[in-house]
Structure formats: structure tokens, C-alpha cells
């Protein structure tokens, strides 16, 4: 089981931190996706099950960063410079394998979302 939290009403340029807690973690991959009204759910950014190799979408790169901590069985989106193209709801998921992936159908759990939303 996986629960997204962190997300809320900001101003463009601020940050904000998202957590995805986990029951458990198992030696897998973890990924944050986002799905904006109207749009499909779009990758955002992954993390392998050891926490040393990291993948971005390009619209986020150099803004976001994900890590996990797995003592913890949780994984974090760090976001800074936040743009209110980024509003959506943001959920987690935990990967079939070991590698981080930007394809959601390597994906087979997934937590209830956190909305955010960027005002200009």
C-alpha cells in the first residue's frame, strides 16, 4: 500500500516536498507520475530500489528530485521552482522490477494521488 501526502496550493516559483510511504519495501523501483485535468498520466521521475540511478521527464529535470529512503519505506519529490503548468495530481508507484522506468505499465502499484496546484 502506497500513500501519496505533501501536495497543496502554492505560488509559482515556491517548492514543495511530496511522501509516499509504503507498507513495506521490496527490492523495487519507485516512480512519481502526475496527471493534469484532461490529460493522461504523465511520468515525472524514478528511482531505482538502491537509490542510485535517477530518471526525469525532460519538463522537470533540473527542478525535481526524487529519492528514497528505504529504512524509512518512503520515497520523496522534491519540487522547487514550481510552474503552474506542474499543477496536477502526483501519485507513486512502485515498480515491477528493480530498475527505474519511465513507462507506467512497469508499474503495478500505485498510491491514491496528491494534488497540487500552482497559482501564477
Known amino acids: 500500500q502506497l500513500q501519496a501526502s505533501g501536495g497543496g496550493l502554492v505560488q509559482a516559483g515556491d517548492s514543495l516536498t511530496l511522501s509516499c510511504a509504503a507498507s513495506?519495501?521490496?527490492?523495487?523501483?519507485m516512480g512519481w507520475f502526475r496527471q493534469a485535468p484532461g490529460r493522461e498520466r504523465d511520468f515525472v521521475a524514478a528511482v531505482n530500489w538502491i537509490g542510485t540511478r535517477t530518471f526525469y521527464a525532460d519538463s522537470v529535470e533540473d527542478r525535481f528530485t526524487i529519492s528514497r529512503d528505504n529504512a524509512k519505506n518512503t520515497v520523496y519529490l522534491q519540487m522547487n521552482s514550481l510552474q503552474p503548468e506542474d499543477a496536477a495530481v502526483y501519485y507513486c508507484?512502485?515498480?515491477?522490477?528493480?530498475?527505474?522506468?519511465?513507462?507506467?505499465?512497469?508499474?503495478?502499484?500505485w498510491g491514491q494521488g496528491t494534488l497540487v496546484t500552482v497559482s501564477s
Open positions: 508507484a512502485e515498480a515491477k522490477g528493480l530498475d527505474a522506468t519511465r513507462d507506467h505499465q512497469d508499474y503495478d502499484y
Open positions: 513495506g519495501f521490496g527490492k523495487y523501483a
